[in-house]
């Protein structure tokens, strides 16, 4: 049986490498069914699943009351376009409303298609509100990312994720991330918005230093420019706040991007807007065929009222710090890890300069050692786990890391010794 198994899959990882556009690389095994933050391939080995999707599976794998809402909602109504309402996608409007400084809201399926949105929402809104064709020009931060459209690539100040898709959309200006007091320099009168992480994730898990946020919000003001934050990989619970953005206090932004966790698994993303700007998008403005798909939003409600809840931030925070410690034991034991940094359950570990460059190899030998982690960049790995994952899972994915950790390390000696 195993043997035809083996076949079996050999000649599906065949098909996908030959059927699938090779712009990923997937790893050489097929994930089958998973339960909370454990996965199993079709060959029925275990990993310890730290990575939760890229961030998007935040309840864990097979999540029972989801899975319940998603079987209810779907034979109840499946889709119905936008061209009519339907209660779950209010709902879940009133109720993200209601948790934030929303007025307003916009479904759609990604946090690119929502960092998207509010691209053209800051345009539009500085057409409407000031008629000045310069101010069109939206800031972004060096090391951030916000998406794979053209127009969210170009926001994404890292010129890898450029290369030859030019000539790029005009309009957008880079700055340093967390360089505080260049940021007056940058922001000015041809400003429409200042887009901004306040964790950077694919940039390596750099948090926003102190008071970087605040003084990008008065510059917003003092020039009439929109904040919009991406918390598409940071936010809804991730760094133990709602959003990121909250542990800078007194920031209020005009518009949030989400996406990712928002439905616990189904595709959807949306975009938060306040008062200043909720009225600019008018029909025939913007749309999205699937935004606000009835079981993705019945889904996310529930999504959104655990998140809200005081058990799973402390969750949150409790686990965040137990994997903080170990890796800052890893860091004092082992020499491939320079640094940790991150909040939360949003943490990036920083390999030390004689492992610079190797964050992808390392992902690999962990795999091997049944634990997914995640790279951010080729000098990070990045772990972020499910919300609610249980102390025995966290501490059975860390044994299994430490493991992985020690096979590279023996194996770089070993090799050393031999030349």
């Known amino acids: 049986m195993k043997d035809s198994a083996h076949k079996t899959d050999d000649a599906l990882l065949e098909s996908g490498r030959k059927h699938y556009l090779p712009n990923y690389a997937p790893a050489p095994m097929i994930l089958d069914r998973g339960k909370g933050a454990r996965l199993w391939d079709t060959q029925g080995k275990e990993y310890v699943d730290l990575g939760a999707g890229i961030s998007v599976t935040a309840l864990g794998h097979g999540d029972e009351e989801l899975v319940a809402i998603m079987a209810e909602q779907g034979a109840r109504l499946w889709h119905v376009s936008n061209l009519y309402f339907s209660e779950p996608a209010i709902r879940l409007a009133e109720e993200l409303c209601a948790a934030t400084f929303a007025e307003r809201v916009f479904f759609c399926n990604s946090g690119a298609e929502a960092n998207e949105a509010a691209i053209k929402l800051a345009r539009k809104h500085a057409s409407i509100r000031h008629g000045d064709e310069r101010k069109r020009e939206i800031l972004t931060f060096r090391g951030g990312f916000h998406g794979r459209t053209l127009a969210t690539v170009t926001a994404t100040a890292q010129p890898k994720y450029h290369q030859g898709f030019e000539p790029l959309p005009g309009g957008f200006r880079y700055a340093d991330y967390n360089e ?19 964790i950077q994730g694919e940039g390596g898990v750099v948090p926003a230093a102190p008071g970087f946020l605040a003084e990008i919000s008065r510059c917003c003001r003092r020039h009439e420019a929109l904040l919009i934050f991406d918390e598409v990989q940071s936010g809804l619970g991730r760094s133990g706040r709602l959003f990121a953005h909250q542990w800078e206090e007194g920031v209020v932004p005009d518009v949030v991007t989400i996406a990712k966790s928002l439905a616990g698994g189904l595709p959807m993303g949306a975009m938060l807007v306040g008062p200043a700007a909720a009225d600019t998008l008018q029909p025939g403005s913007h749309g999205s065929t699937f935004g606000g798909n009835p079981v993705a939003a019945a889904v996310a409600r529930a999504v959104l009222r655990r998140v809200l ?5 402390a969750n949150v925070e409790r686990q965040g710090e137990r994997l903080r410690a170990r890796l800052l034991a890893l860091h004092n034991e082992s020499g491939m890890i320079e640094e940790v940094r991150g909040r939360g359950l949003m943490i990036g570990a920083v390999l030390r300069k004689e492992w610079a460059g190797r964050a992808g190899e ?18 990070v790995l990045r772990f972020l786990p499910p919300l609610n994952i249980l102390d025995e899972e966290l501490d059975e994915g860390m044994d299994r890391f430490a493991a992985a950790l020690a096979a590279a390390d023996s194996a770089a000696a070993e090799s050393a010794g031999v030349e």
Do not use: F, N, W, Y
């Not at 505080?180 to 306040?198: F, Y």
């Not at 390392?362 to 000098?379: F, K, N, S």
């Open 180 to 198: 505080t007091e260049a940021l007056e320099a940058e922001i000015g009168d041809r400003t429409c918005a200042v887009l901004v992480e306040p």
């Open 309 to 313: 809840s005081k058990e799973l931030i």
């Open 362 to 379: 390392l992902v690999e030998i962990c795999r091997q050692h049944g634990v997914l982690v995640l790279q951010a960049g080729p000098d």
